[in-house]
T-cell receptor
Framework: EPEVTQTPSHQVTQMGQEVILRCVPI?????FYWYRQILGQKVEFLVS????????KSEIFDDQFSVERPDGSNFTLKIRSTKLEDSAMYFC???????????FGPGTRLTVT | AQSVSQHNHHVILSEAASLELGCNYS??????LFWYVQYPGQHLQLLLK??????LVKGIKGFEAEFIKSKFSFNLRKPSVQWSDTAEYFC????????????FGAGTQVVVTP
């Protein structure tokens, strides 16, 4: 069964550094998402991406965040200058659209020190 | 704004017991409803979904959920749990007119003891 993959599985970075989290969505999917889950809290929507542009973003997704689909397969989330409160599990998801569900990747655990 | 609430944060029960997890949402329009499960060390997987039609939906691994529109609820049930059902369970909602954005509940950690 096709699956969403994410790399790295765990990233440790220092405050103020830039990080790029990578995702490879399922190949025929059209909609792409990033969510995050701070330890002990609920999964929160960050951003959705369709047709090579952001379709919706949350209040969390400020100017420090950006997304890109550079080559038609990868889908990346960049955090320009990480803060301690960015420490979380980041999930990528994709779906075809219509009456289908989103498929989630295994997540990248980001630890900002 | 949409919100999703799950009534129990932590449930402990014995094998063969019945399980019911509550989920309520607030949203005025048409919604799609989902239950996802996250087994220890694994990623979120879909248990079941409701888009329209029969409000009683059956999912994988013997789970089912009932959509009660008048109560804005989508409760998850399993008549007889197994140790392997130990996991975190998330209710999620998206507005039918959105770009698929999922709003999640806080999750319920279910521990099934042998």
């Amino acid at each position: 069964e096709p699956e969403v993959t994410q790399t790295p599985s765990h990233q440790v970075t220092q405050m103020g550094q830039e990080v790029i989290l990578r995702c490879v969505p399922i190949s025929n999917h059209l909609y792409f998402y990033w969510y995050r889950q701070i330890l002990g809290q609920k999964v929160e929507f960050l951003v959705s991406f369709y047709n090579n542009e952001i379709s919706e973003k949350s209040e969390i997704f400020d100017d420090q965040f950006s997304v890109e689909r550079p080559d038609g397969s990868n889908f990346t989330l960049k955090i320009r200058s990480t803060k301690l409160e960015d420490s979380a599990m980041y999930f990528c998801a994709s779906f075809t659209g219509g009456l289908r569900e989103q498929y989630f990747g295994p997540g990248t655990r980001l630890t900002v020190t | 704004a949409q919100s999703v609430s799950q009534h129990n944060h932590h449930v402990i029960l014995s094998e063969a017991a019945s399980l019911e997890l509550g989920c309520n949402y607030s949203y005025g329009g048409t919604v799609n409803l989902f239950w996802y499960v996250q087994y220890p060390g694994q990623h979120l997987q879909l248990l079941l979904k409701y888009f329209s039609g029969d409000p009683l939906v059956k999912g994988i691994k013997g789970f089912e959920a009932e959509f009660i529109k008048s109560k804005f609820s989508f409760n998850l049930r399993k008549p007889s749990v197994q140790w392997s059902d130990t996991a975190e369970y998330f209710c999620a909602v998206n507005a039918a007119d959105s770009w698929g954005k999922l709003q999640f509940g806080a999750g319920t950690q279910v521990v099934v003891t042998p």
